[in-house]
């Protein structure tokens, strides 16, 4: 019974975190670009994941999915996903000095331990149902 319940649960939890993916693009942008360490605004903009230094300027090694990120964010896969750089300035202009940047390395493995979990919550549910 447990497995069932599981796999239905990660399934609504994909489906709700998708919708707040786009509501995070449209009110926190900033939040959204820290999640993939995206620095310059892009678009297409892909993502997976990086191994290196994520402050943007070294990268060791890196698995890219073309118009992911833009998918993710804008369900357009040319859509425009403002970067780290251009949401500092933004907020910089409304709010005044300030940082506004989260600590990106926390940011960026958080979400992708996150998102990394709930796969292999699925997987492990739909193979204990099979």
Same mark, same amino acid.
């Given at each position: 019974?447990?497995? +069932?319940?599981?796999?239905?649960?990660?399934?609504?939890?994909?489906?709700?975190?998708?919708?707040?993916?786009? @509501?995070?693009?449209?009110?926190? +942008?900033?939040?959204?670009?820290?999640?993939?360490? @995206? *620095?310059?605004?892009?678009?297409?903009?892909?993502?997976?994941?990086? $191994?290196?230094? @994520?402050?943007?300027?070294?990268?060791?090694?890196? $698995?890219?999915? +073309? *118009?992911?990120?833009?998918?993710?964010?804008?369900?357009?896969?040319?859509?425009?996903?403002?970067?780290?750089?251009?949401?500092?300035?933004? &907020? $910089?202009?409304? &709010?005044?000095?300030?940082?506004?940047? +989260? $600590?990106?390395?926390?940011? *960026?493995?958080?979400?992708?331990?996150?998102?990394?979990?709930?796969? @292999?919550?699925?997987?492990?549910?739909?193979?204990?149902?099979?």
């Amino acid at each position: 019974m447990g497995l +069932p319940v599981t796999l239905a649960a990660r399934i609504a939890t994909a489906v709700s975190g998708d919708i707040q993916a786009r @509501l995070m693009d449209s009110q926190q +942008p900033m939040k959204i670009a820290a999640a993939e360490a @995206l *620095y310059s605004t892009a678009a297409p903009a892909s993502s997976l994941v990086r $191994v290196g230094s @994520l402050n943007g300027s070294q990268e060791l090694w890196t $698995v890219r999915v +073309p *118009y992911l990120l833009s998918l993710i964010a804008t369900l357009s896969p040319r859509g425009t996903v403002q970067g780290i750089n251009n949401a500092k300035r933004a &907020y $910089v202009k409304k &709010y005044g000095p300030g940082s506004y940047k +989260p $600590v990106i390395p926390v940011t *960026y493995w958080s979400f992708r331990f996150m998102i990394g979990f709930g796969v @292999l919550a699925s997987v492990l549910a739909a193979a204990g149902c099979g």
